[in-house]
């Protein structure tokens, strides 16, 4: 079946680590984004890609790096950097003139 | 600023009554305007994309309707279900096929019995 897919589901990690969130899509769309959303609020971009090997900042990029080396990957790499990383974190992506189709989420904890 | 403002922030109804939620956006140029529906801890899943030139479309007891000159949208569920209790949010598109899409805060719809 074509979709997206995020894994995992929950995620730990310790103070001072990186952790990365997989994101995967078999539809064949070039643009992926990552969102972040906290609770009682709304999604906010953390990164996006137009098009393999190319990335942009969205509006809360500090803290987080993410890689496009391949069409049906975009892997977000939560750093030490990120002082208050615990959320839930959606990949979405979307092909030219049609929808965004978004994963299921990773909820990530620090512990 | 582009920007995309909902509401209410919440709603409670009763099972079988409707209910109607508001999307203003400032996003220009426009080129489409989508409903989610996101049930707690799930990915959002999407209701109904709308264009410049629709005016009312349907998915179901979703109705969504759009008003490109005053840029306002809205999402019309008729004859709630307890199912019905999610978060729905609004997005929008600006004119660039591959330009990031604008969310709103979402509504927070409980459906009770």
């Known amino acids: 079946d074509g979709g997206i897919t995020q894994s995992p589901k929950y995620l730990f990690r310790k103070e001072g680590q990186n952790v990365t969130l997989s994101c995967e899509q078999n539809?064949?769309?070039?643009?992926m984004y990552w969102y972040r959303q906290d609770p009682g609020q709304g999604l906010r971009l953390i990164y996006y890609s137009q098009i393999v090997n190319d990335f942009q900042k969205g509006d809360i990029a500090e803290g987080y790096s993410v890689s496009r080396e391949k069409k049906e990957s975009f892997p977000l790499t939560v750093t030490s950097a990120q002082k208050n990383p615990t959320a839930f974190y959606l990949c979405?992506?979307?092909?030219?003139?049609?929808?965004?189709?978004f994963g299921q989420g990773t909820r990530l904890t620090v512990v | 600023k582009n920007q995309v403002e909902q509401s209410p922030q919440s709603l409670i109804i009763l099972e079988g009554k409707n209910c109607t939620l508001q999307?203003?956006?400032?996003?220009?140029?426009?080129?489409?305007l989508r409903w989610y529906k996101q049930d707690t801890g799930r990915g959002p899943v999407s209701l109904t994309i709308m264009t410049f030139s629709e005016n009312t479309k349907s998915n179901g007891r979703y109705t969504a309707t759009l008003d490109a000159d005053t840029k306002q949208s809205s999402l019309h569920i008729t004859a709630s279900q307890l199912s019905d209790s999610a978060s729905y949010i609004c997005v929008v598109q600006g004119n660039s096929g591959n330009t990031p899409l604008v969310f709103g805060k979402g509504t927070r719809l409980s459906v009770i019995a």
């Open positions: 979405a992506s979307r092909g030219r003139n049609t929808e965004a189709f």
């Open positions: 539809l064949n769309h070039d643009a």
């Open positions: 999307c203003n956006y400032t996003v220009s140029p426009f080129s489409n």
